[in-house]
């Protein structure tokens, strides 16, 4: 897939705010700083298309980009969406409910969200706080794909083996592991492999690949 034009359309305070769900659309969110502007960046070829920054908790609402693309699957328009991170320890405890509660409002809610990409560092090891996450995701059935992040600083072994932890941790309470990629935005590792996937989910969306069940 290719993409044509990526514009950002507007950023909202909650998901009544979001624009129409009349467009498949697959939103970015993990804990602050770990690379989900950077990565959306990176998917549109755009530099500073999301804004990003080394100070984390920069994005603070709902962000959606209009895309266009050319693929296999017929569907042309669709939405990225940049969310707000979670895990940073200096947010007020009261912001951390207003987030807590806009970001499950717009992943329960929002009917056209198709997949969410949930973004974890390559460099670490599992994290309680991206584990839970994960598990509500399971509980409330939301679509979500692994983003494995900033490839780039570590060594290719080390990369691997924090990504088959990672992997491995989940298969102690799931029973299917979700598509996983690995990505740097630096480098420019996982474009390809990233949009061929959402072209992909577009077409099941749609259910215009040749299927007709
Ligand atoms: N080396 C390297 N740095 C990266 C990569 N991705 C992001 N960064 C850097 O990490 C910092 C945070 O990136 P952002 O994309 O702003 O992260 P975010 O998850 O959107 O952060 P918040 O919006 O604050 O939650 C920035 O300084 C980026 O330049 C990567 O793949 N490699
Ligand atoms: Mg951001």
Known sequence: MVIKSAKYLISSPNF????????????????????KSSVINLLCNVKNLAKTSSAPGKTQMINHFSIQSGGKSKVTDWYLVDLPGYGYAKTAIKNRRTWGQMIENYIRKRENLVNLFVLI????????????????????????SIIFTKSDKEKPAVVERNVKTFLDKMRESFYFLPASFVTSAEKRIGRDELLDYIDQLNGEATDDNGSNT
């Open 16 to 35: 009544v705010n979001c624009p129409v769900p009349d467009k498949p659309e697959y939103a970015f969110i993990g804990r602050s700083n770990v690379g």
């Open 121 to 144: 560092d390559s460099r670490h090891q599992p994290q309680k706080i991206d584990l839970e996450f994960l598990d509500s995701l399971a509980k409330w059935e939301i679509p979500f």
